[in-house]
């Protein structure tokens, strides 16, 4: 008899405003979703660190193991650790604009499952579309990574376990 655990990577729900700072213009959930759905962020970032985030998961066991020997009680959440690891990982693959690296690198074909029909998403990161500015066209703003602009979508993502028996 074993448990099964599993990742699971989203976001918590967080309305966004427009730069009159009337809300519902859309939330992160929903973006989210559209940016999984055409460009596949969190699925690239996971194939991309799975060998990290496993070794994380791996030493939070161990430890809860060690704790346990030891007499020392179960933690209440063994893979907070290992969940804040994976967290600052995501947002930091975001800010090194590892997604426009590695899209960069593919064939053409490959190319196509991350961008498809939708002309590419490096575009408003190169050109500097920033709703975070008074001006989020503007041609003086600088380049920014790609899927941060208002940092909203970086900072709602959490990583967390859910198990069966």
Same mark, same amino acid.
């Given at each position: 008899?074993?448990?099964?655990?599993?990742?699971?990577?989203?976001?918590?729900?967080?309305?966004?405003?427009?730069?009159?700072?009337?809300?519902?213009?859309?939330?992160?959930?929903?973006?989210?979703?559209?940016?999984?759905?055409?460009?596949?962020?969190?699925?690239?970032?996971?194939?991309?660190?799975?060998?990290?985030?496993?070794?994380?998961?791996?030493?939070?066991?161990?430890?809860?193991?060690?704790?346990?020997?030891?007499?020392?009680?179960?933690?209440?959440?063994?893979?907070?650790?290992?969940? #804040?690891?994976?967290?600052?990982?995501?947002?930091?693959?975001?800010?090194?604009?590892?997604?426009?690296?590695?899209?960069?690198?593919?064939?053409?074909?490959?190319?196509?499952?991350?961008?498809?029909?939708?002309?590419?998403?490096?575009?408003?990161?190169?050109?500097?579309?920033?709703?975070?500015?008074?001006?989020?066209?503007?041609?003086?703003?600088?380049?920014?990574?790609?899927?941060?602009?208002?940092?909203?979508?970086? #900072?709602?993502?959490?990583?967390?376990?859910?198990?069966?028996?």
């Amino acid at each position: 008899m074993g448990i099964d655990v599993k990742l699971n990577l989203g976001v918590l729900e967080v309305s966004y405003s427009d730069a009159h700072g009337k809300s519902g213009a859309s939330d992160t959930g929903t973006v989210a979703e559209i940016l999984e759905r055409r460009y596949h962020v969190m699925e690239t970032f996971y194939e991309s660190r799975k060998e990290k985030i496993a070794e994380w998961l791996a030493e939070a066991i161990s430890d809860q193991i060690a704790d346990i020997v030891s007499g020392g009680r179960p933690n209440r959440d063994p893979f907070y650790a290992a969940m #804040q690891n994976i967290e600052a990982e995501f947002r930091a693959f975001l800010d090194a604009n590892e997604m426009a690296h590695i899209v960069s690198s593919l064939s053409e074909a490959e190319r196509d499952y991350f961008i498809g029909s939708t002309g590419g998403f490096t575009k408003a990161g190169a050109r500097g579309v920033n709703h975070r500015k008074k001006k989020p066209y503007s041609k003086d703003n600088a380049a920014r990574p790609v899927f941060v602009d208002t940092s909203l979508y970086q #900072q709602s993502f959490r990583s967390w376990p859910s198990g069966t028996e």
